[in-house]
């Protein structure tokens, strides 16, 4: 089974940009898909991006459209999540899960789909 280690969290002003890292071991990487997701205080985790195994398709929560990328280096075992024009309200933990349902090719949102999670890497977005 694959483990997984979010790093790249910090605190940050509103409008800067931070890359996380996910980084896998433990398996072959490129069996799973990749979704980021995080958890503000005092509520549920929810859904921000995923990334299918080869790195063909993507998907976003609309709040992140356009500003955060998700991508995958599979020959290094890791996951991105480049993040820009950051706003306070993103502040939470964000934590990388892989997906090993080798049915489905797309990301999934739903958290329950997951296997695997981190342990979380904590972004403060300072207004």
């Known amino acids: 089974q694959v483990q997984l280690v979010e790093s790249g969290g910090g605190l940050v002003q509103a409008g800067d940009s931070l890359r996380l890292s996910c980084a896998a071991s433990g398996g072959f990487f490129d069996n799973y898909i990749i979704g980021w997701f995080r958890q503000a205080p005092g509520k549920e985790r929810e859904f921000v991006a995923g990334?299918?195994?080869?790195?063909?398709?993507?998907d976003y929560t609309d709040s992140v459209k356009g500003r955060f990328t998700i991508s995958r280096d599979n020959a290094k075992n890791t996951a991105y999540l480049q993040m820009s024009s950051l706003k306070p309200e993103e502040t939470g933990v964000y934590y990388c899960?892989?997906?090993?349902?080798?049915?489905?090719?797309?990301?999934?949102?739903?958290?329950?789909?997951?296997?695997?999670w981190g342990q979380g890497t904590q972004v403060t977005v300072s207004s």
């Open positions: 990334i299918s195994r080869r790195g063909g398709t993507t």
């Open positions: 899960a892989a997906d090993s349902n080798i049915v489905v090719g797309a990301p999934q949102r739903e958290l329950d789909e997951y296997d695997y």
